[in-house]
């Protein structure tokens, strides 16, 4: 069968695509899960933001595909809809199946029966519903022994039970299929990138996260001949640059040292690795494991903050994993420590906080805004959202806070919810008047690292970070306000890819 894999070309605020245009690990994945035979394409859609339509009627005519299959998030879910209307007018016959953590679960939002219907919800992990999905349409049998699968069958849709989870190292998930990719492009401030997981899962409940209902709070991993050959796999495409993309790699933190050193006795340490990482754990471990990081060549570390006062680690049930420990008891918050790890052993902080939790003031918004001022070299600054089926989402909506339920904007940096300062409007501006000047702060660390594409890129990475201002605004000839409306404005109109 001809097998056509997207994902959704919606990208999130703090990766803009004239800096970032990361892989999307699950199609590689899904693509070197399948059965040989197939001819299988992946397509990356963030890799053609302006051309959206014209990509899609291309790769439609070119691979002539029996089945498409979407990776959606909730913030893409309106984009994918247009997508499938568009792919069902051009190929009436194909059947369409949805995968990712959006219809796995939101399920009932796929279920309508109209142009941008699906046929197939693949929920959970994909890689082997997939393929026995594709063998069940290539030998006409049924779908209703398929775990983890969600079908149509006339005008009804059925739910087969869950597919457990995958301990991954029996070897029955493949490696991924980088050569199933169409399209091209992969950069991280001109570099070459790419993504590999090294493991899956994590065992906190943090009330924003998907993760514990898409899978459950358990840790399993590959084994690191695996995880080499994939890093080296990718070396010898041309990458470097590196995300790993694992949930929580840090669990295991000996194992995580491990594999640092595995990638420095393998020589793949010429490549910069980004990480997302707890803080607890460089805190705690930071003095041994920080610097074999930066040995192994990783560049930026990730950190899970998610706020700096106790409060709101409560709300967000993210105080155990923000934990400094000292004689094995508890010692205050562990960000500020991690921090000084990670800026002495030369590595930079990407920092992921969340602001505008139902209870913050200003004052709370603008003390956790100042803290990343202060020690943060990129911010990753979002707002709560309530994603499908998080505990978050349920406290949210039991108390009637959910002010937008315009989907498209639940990227994480528009406010969605609403809290004690006057407006969510109010949390949203304070966090874009404030994260601007943190990006111009890590443009010279960029320069001397990359200095060719920065150079070439400065002026149009400086008008993207300040878009919506004018030489007004610069000159104080007009409230910052009517810059960050006209901001709010085109974000919209960025959100309209088809």
């Known amino acids: 069968m001809n097998v056509l894999l997207l994902s959704m070309p919606d990208s999130f605020e703090h990766m803009p695509t004239l800096a970032v245009r990361m892989p999307h690990g699950a199609l590689t994945s899904l693509a070197g899960n399948v059965d040989p035979h197939h001819n299988v394409a992946a397509a990356d859609l963030v890799l053609v933001q302006d051309r959206v339509r014209e990509t899609v009627e291309r790769l439609v005519a070119e691979n002539k595909p029996d089945i498409v299959g979407l990776s959606v998030m909730t913030f893409q879910r309106k984009t994918a809809f247009k997508i499938i209307e568009l792919i069902r007018e051009l190929r009436p016959s194909v059947r369409v199946a949805v995968g990712g953590y959006d219809p796995s679960l939101a399920a009932d939002a796929y279920q309508e029966n109209s142009s941008s219907a699906v046929d197939f919800i693949v929920r959970g992990e994909g890689e082997i519903t997939f393929r026995e999905l594709l063998q069940a349409i290539e030998n006409e049998g049924g779908f209703d022994h398929i775990a983890g699968l969600s079908y149509r069958s006339g005008d009804r849709f059925y739910h087969n039970p869950d597919r457990g989870v995958n301990g991954l190292d029996s070897g029955e998930i493949k490696p991924p299929n980088r050569d199933a990719r169409v399209l091209s492009g992969y950069t991280f401030l001109g570099r070459q990138v790419d993504v590999i997981e090294t493991s899956r899962g994590c065992t906190f409940d943090c009330s924003f996260c998907s993760i ?123 960000t500020i420590k991690a921090i000084d790890y990670i800026h002495k052993n030369k590595m930079f902080v990407v920092g992921g906080l969340i602001v505008g939790n139902p209870d913050d003031t200003r004052e709370s918004i603008q003390t956790n805004l100042d803290f990343a001022k202060k020690y943060i070299d990129w911010p990753y600054i979002q707002h709560p959202t309530p994603y499908p089926r998080t505990p978050m989402t349920k406290d949210f909506r039991d108390r009637g806070l959910i002010i937008n339920e315009r989907l498209e904007e639940y990227d994480g940096t528009t406010a969605v919810v609403t809290e004690h300062v006057s407006s969510a409007e109010e949390a949203e501006y304070l966090r874009w008047k404030a994260e601007r000047w943190m990006k111009v702060k890590h443009l010279p660390v960029a320069l001397l690292h990359n200095p060719g594409y920065v150079l070439r890129r400065a002026h149009k990475m400086a008008a993207h970070t300040f878009r919506g201002a004018t030489l007004k605004t610069f000159l104080g000839l007009e409230d910052e306000r009517k810059a960050f409306e006209r901001y709010r404005e085109i974000r919209k109109a960025e959100r309209a890819y088809i």
């Open 212 to 334: 514990i209902e898409m899978r459950g709070r358990n840790f399993f991993t590959y084994t690191f001949d695996r995880v080499i050959a994939d890093i080296r796999d990718a070396h010898d495409r041309g990458t470097r640059a590196i995300f790993i993309v694992d949930d929580n790699v840090v669990l295991n933190v000996k194992r995580f040292e491990a594999l640092c050193q595995a990638i420095i006795d393998a020589g793949l340490n010429d490549i910069d690795y980004t990480v997302q990482a707890m803080t607890s754990a460089i805190a705690n471990h930071g003095e041994t494991l920080a610097p074999l990081m930066r040995k192994a060549g990783f560049r930026y570390v990730f950190l899970g903050i998610e706020n700096i006062l106790e409060d709101d680690l409560q709300f967000l049930k993210a105080s155990s994993k923000n934990t400094k420990r000292e004689n094995g008891q508890k010692a205050g918050n562990a």
